[in-house]
């Protein structure tokens, strides 16, 4: 395995915390629902039905919508 060190600027620093706070809370809530998962509520949501949510959570939060449209839906699912 690789690893790569990034010497980002104020600026470029700033942005790729703001993407990696988003992607962080997508994953947080995949990992959630996965969680609340059991056999009895009928089968976790799929990656069609949290793509969905995704697109709606964007919709309802402009903090959301204003990051990376590629990266969290990808980390999550």
């Known amino acids: 395995m690789s690893r790569y060190r990034l010497y980002l600027a104020v600026e470029q620093a700033a942005v790729m915390e703001g993407h990696c ?6 994953w947080n809530l995949a990992v959630e629902q996965q969680s609340w998962w059991n056999p009895r509520r009928g089968p976790a949501p799929g990656y069609h039905e949290q793509s969905r949510q995704l697109t709606e959570a964007r919709r ?3 903090w959301l919508a204003a990051g990376s449209q590629q990266g969290p839906g990808k980390i999550a699912l």
């Open 60 to 62: 309802d939060n402009p």
């Open 21 to 26: 706070g988003h992607a962080r809370y997508v």
